[in-house]
């Protein structure tokens, strides 16, 4: 059985998205049809959206699930009258946070992505131009202005990882390629040393890396499985060898990467 | 009065985060110390977490929030012991859910933000490398993979709204500044021309401009306000002109960029 579900915002939608999508992940034998609707900030647009519902319960056979974040409860009570099971976030927990801040909710329209806090906001656009202009070991200069730095073999997962970090935390990170150049003398890269206590590592199963690397270059050195597991074992020995921590990113999404990596780091978002 | 706040996750905690982040933007005049517990995974963690909560109320004079997003109920139940407001959001909506879809949730530990589809996973790295690929002009040989190109005068945004859909919507977003040899002759950069459907106009007011460009290059002629004027009359002009449509970035932010790009173009995200 298929089910339609919509995501609902007077705003952006990317709190309703994320919260729906966290909540549907524990139903993993459910077929769910998604569609997201952005924007929703007008009476005419709250119908539309209401008769979009109606539309997919007749196509289906069974009530959608409605995901919602709209503030005003004029739209909100426009969007209720299909007949769906919404699950209206702002309208479950203002009243009990009024209740224990002692104040009332500004119930002005979804703030979550809007720029409030005009530094905070520049910030994290520096922390990407950061991590753009520091991508790949390129211009090094300022690397004293890092959270952080990545290290690891080309084709890792540094740089995903890197922009990650700055657009969603506002941190600056950057990150340097170990290569064959750097192995064999037991010690980082004399460009790193100064930063040592900045150091991250990430490493990656040679299978895997093979994989990812004939996409880019079939049929090279560069690809070949030995190469590979040469310079995963030489970079794994190097961290060990020099205590940098590292993890392996094979099974890991950028978020988990991202966030294990500030938990075990010490390091905290900059931006929210 | 100060507040102080829990993120709290058996994972990343970045749903915890958004979810909070997104009620607490209702209460502008409560000043919150936020704290984020992620991987809150064994008994020994949640107690600790407890404790932690208890230290903060005991500091604060006043119950502190707690957002969370943990599936265990033996862990849910170790944190619950903290007098706290606990705003528990698979407790609250996982309920409802199973009744509508009359399945239980497998109430997994959070799966939000792990790899559940590697397909899914790679289309975004995929995009991630394509936005790299294609920043600033460069490389358009495979221009025609593109979802979506992004035009505008240098600074203006189009980086990070390119970076932001390849991450968070898997989306192949390549950015082409336009520049003053652009201007004049009436019609977009030549090779720009089969792609005139997935253009996107991005422009900005000459005074953020000038600021922004200032920081890069101070007392330039780049920075300097009358050719931040020129430039963004020019590449309206152009814009209008060839019937592309485009927004103004100078107070939105790269969430609100990329979904309401999203939403004038008719495009979906591919990956959540």
Redesign the interface.
């Known amino acids: 059985m298929r089910?339609s579900v919509f995501f609902i915002s007077d705003?952006?939608?990317?709190?309703s998205?994320?919260?729906g999508?966290?909540?549907?992940?524990?139903?993993?034998?459910?077929e769910f049809h998604?569609m997201?609707m952005?924007?929703v900030d007008s009476v005419e647009k709250a119908d539309q959206v209401a008769l979009e519902i109606r539309k997919h319960a007749v196509i289906d056979g069974c009530?959608p699930?409605v995901f919602s974040?709209i503030?005003n409860p004029e739209l909100r009570a426009r969007i209720h009258v299909a007949d769906a099971?919404i699950?209206d976030?702002?309208e479950?927990?203002?009243g009990?946070?009024e209740d224990?801040?002692g104040?009332k909710?500004?119930?002005?329209v979804?703030?979550?992505?809007?720029?409030?806090n005009y530094d905070e906001?520049k910030n994290?656009?520096d922390a990407?131009?950061f991590a753009?202009n520091h991508?790949d070991g390129l211009l090094p200069r300022d690397l004293a202005e890092a959270d952080l730095i990545l290290v690891g073999v080309s084709r890792c997962?540094k740089?995903?990882t890197c922009?990650?970090m700055a657009?969603?935390f506002g941190l600056k990170a950057a990150n340097y390629p170990l290569t064959p150049d750097d192995f064999g003398n037991h010690t980082l890269p004399k460009l790193l040393l100064p930063y040592r206590s900045k150091l991250f590592g990430l490493t990656i199963d040679p299978e895997r890396l093979a994989q990812i690397r004939a996409e880019r270059k079939p049929d090279s050195k560069y690809c070949s499985l030995e190469s590979c597991q040469f310079e995963v074992a030489e970079s794994e020995a190097l961290l060990r060898h020099v205590g940098v921590p590292y993890l392996n990113t094979t099974?890991?999404?950028?978020?988990?990467l991202?966030?294990?990596i500030m938990?075990r780091a010490g390091l905290?978002?900059r931006t929210?």
């Open positions: 089910r705003r952006t939608g990317i709190t998205e994320m919260l999508h966290s909540l549907l992940s524990q139903f993993e034998d459910v998604r997201t952005p924007f009530r699930i974040t503030c099971q699950i976030f702002l479950m927990f203002i009990p946070l224990e801040l104040v909710s500004s119930h002005t979804g703030k979550t992505h809007s720029i409030t906001y994290r656009i990407v131009n753009i991508d997962g740089t995903p922009l990650y657009l969603q099974r890991m999404s950028i978020e988990e991202a966030t294990t938990h905290s978002r929210y």
